[in-house]
């Protein structure tokens, strides 16, 4: 059975059946929100940043959000492979002890935590990831606005409960509670047009680096919103999932194409759109693009039949060598993607191209 699922866009289906794909073909790579769904990705992304994208001598556009912004700044290392597999086996060994009774971890104790992970896997490293002498980071939050201007028990709620309600109605009403805010390397334009939804570019600097890491990774309820980040307009700062999960953005045509190693073939506007199907389809803006995925019959086969996810927390709870074997077994299977993609590069076959 392919584990890999080829997907493109109507431009990038013609460039890849006309001249298969080679690494200066590439401007941009997004990497998506979606928690411990992006682990299945390490391989993929070992062999792309620390192998073939290399070969190009070209400007890349890395944008990322939750998951998908840790994973797009490790790519900025020095030494990537090794960055990846640290990620990959931090990840898999975060645990949240819980007390007798107590279901799930606070949200102060997850910001707590991970703020220090962050610290200790970046720390005297910030510049390497800054200056990149070809790749240009962009990482993705959600500030709040209004009510969502701070954090509170009472003012969080009611400010996601007009979100989701206001995104129902209108993707782009969601603007009025949350905007896009993308902290970008010095001097780098955004490789995506902002008309869709309300937005803004924020330099990213040592200052704020860690800051606006943890902001583009803070699930609302889950982790605590990051406030007074340096160089950035005041307000609680959450995942960048909420406005962008899958990064279903206007990327700009003249950059070449956009190269997306992602968990499905659908790529979801925003964390609140992941109900409304409607909006799963894909529109214009990926028509550069090309989707690697998993083969949801090969995900079937994985342990519980689906990739890792945040209910593994509650699922396996204090059993960290329960859960950590399960998501091993999943990562150790992805190599599988990894391999097929390698492949297909030295031979591509347009007959596994798929229409996105």
Known sequence: MNALHIHAG???LRHLRAHGLQPGDVGVVPGAAGGPKGLILGPLDRFLFGEWLP?????????GASIGAWRMATACLNDPVRAFQRLERDYIAQHYELAPGQKR??????????GRSLADFYGGRVAEVLHHPRWRLHLLTSRGRHVLGREGPWRTPLGYAGAFATNALRRRAMGAWLERVVFSSAGAELPFATHDYRSRQVPLTEANFMAALQASCSIPFVLQAVHGIPGAPPGAYWDGGITDYHL???YRPALGLVLYPHFQ??????????ALKWRHAASPFLDHTVVLAPNPAWVARLPHGKLPDRTDFT???NDLAGRMAVWRSAVSASQQLADEWAAWLERPDPARVLPL
């Open 248 to 250: 279903h953005l206007a």
């Open 315 to 317: 699922r396996y709870g």
């Open 265 to 274: 073939r659908q790529v979801v506007p925003g964390w609140l759109d992941k």
């Open 55 to 63: 070969r190009a001598t070209r400007e890349l556009h890395l944008v």
């Open 10 to 12: 109507p431009a990038a």
């Open 105 to 114: 971890p606070s949200a102060r104790q997850v910001s707590d935590t991970f």
